[in-house]
């Protein structure tokens, strides 16, 4: 479990964290979204000892990630796939870390099999791509079987199977019990892989609940609708409150009225439907919809020398 109370962050005159109190619980997957600048590595940063509250304090399993006598055991963190020494093979990186942790030579070989680094496990991780570099840190997180796991972008620079391993990944060790807490920039794989959401702007929370009360919550639910009378259903449906946006092939998209409304409305006035479908709100719109407010870097879609183009990653 991650437990943060009032937990802030100054960078000289910057509030990067502004006070976040949240908790992360063991059995489900917690994702962390937040436009850049937002404070999400920070607050992991400081979650794992690497940066120090200006205020506030975060633990993990109780204690303070410094207090942990075997931490490799107790958290598992990847914030950069990077870090580690160039001229060293997989396997020598993986080995020098457990022998500081007293894992033994067989948990290296079985994090290198699970992560699909057996083929390259001898070469040097200075040659490796984006995506097996991703494979190699998230094998260092797990090589001490830890209780809880931290990782930023783990799916960043992965095909479409590694995506896929690291979401079954996720939930499996959600459902032995684990902490699971990842960030990403990936709204679509998100909403199939976290089932709680903790999403920051502006270095404070702006929501905390479950995927589906976000979604639901802040993304307006809409009705497409086919007929061949779309001029007229339009005008029957027209009303305060209520948003119609025609489409191609008879299509009307309604949001404002359910399902049943419209079918009504559509009987009584003698309307043909041939389809009434409702469509689910997405991640995407409900996190856009969360955060128009919060993003700090904007990018500008004008040519000239007027525009501009923020290439700010600071989180």
Do not use: C
Request: charged share 20%; aromatic share 4%; no cysteine.
């Amino acid at each position: 479990m991650i437990e943060a109370v009032n937990l802030a962050k100054t960078y000289g005159s910057k509030r990067a964290v502004d006070g976040v109190s949240f908790t992360v619980k063991p059995g489900q997957v917690t994702g962390f979204l937040g436009p850049n600048g937002a404070g999400k590595s920070t607050t992991m940063r400081m979650i794992v000892g690497l940066d120090r509250p200006t205020a506030g304090t975060v633990t993990v399993n109780g204690k303070h990630f410094a207090e942990h006598r075997n931490p490799l055991h107790q958290v598992g963190a990847l914030l950069d796939a990077k870090a580690v020494h160039t001229s060293r093979s997989a396997y020598n990186h993986l080995l020098a870390m457990a022998a500081t942790h007293n894992i033994p030579t067989k948990r290296v070989n079985e994090v290198i099999e699970m992560t699909g680094l057996a083929a390259v496990a001898k070469k040097k991780a200075g040659g490796f791509s984006l995506g097996m570099g991703q494979r190699l840190g998230i094998a260092a997180a797990l090589l001490g079987d830890p209780q809880t796991l931290i990782l930023d972008e783990p799916v960043n620079g992965l095909d479409p199977e590694g995506v896929l391993w690291v979401r079954n990944l996720a939930k499996y060790l959600a459902s032995e019990g684990k902490t699971i807490f990842l960030s990403s920039h990936l709204m679509s794989e998100m909403a199939q892989t976290a089932d709680h959401l903790i999403v920051i702007g502006r270095g404070r929370i702006i929501a905390d609940a479950p995927i589906e009360s976000i979604i639901a919550g802040k993304a307006a639910a809409k009705t497409r609708v086919r007929t061949p009378q779309l001029p007229q259903l339009g005008a029957l449906l027209a009303a305060e409150g209520v948003t119609l946006d025609s489409g191609e092939n008879e299509t009307l998209e309604v949001s404002g009225l359910d399902p049943r409304q419209i079918a009504q409305i559509a009987l009584d006035n003698g309307v043909l439907i041939y389809e009434l479908t409702p469509l689910n709100a997405s991640l995407e719109e409900a996190y856009f919809d969360l955060t128009k407010d919060e993003v700090e870097y904007h990018s500008h879609t004008e040519t000239g020398p007027e525009a501009a183009l923020s290439t700010s990653e600071g989180r």
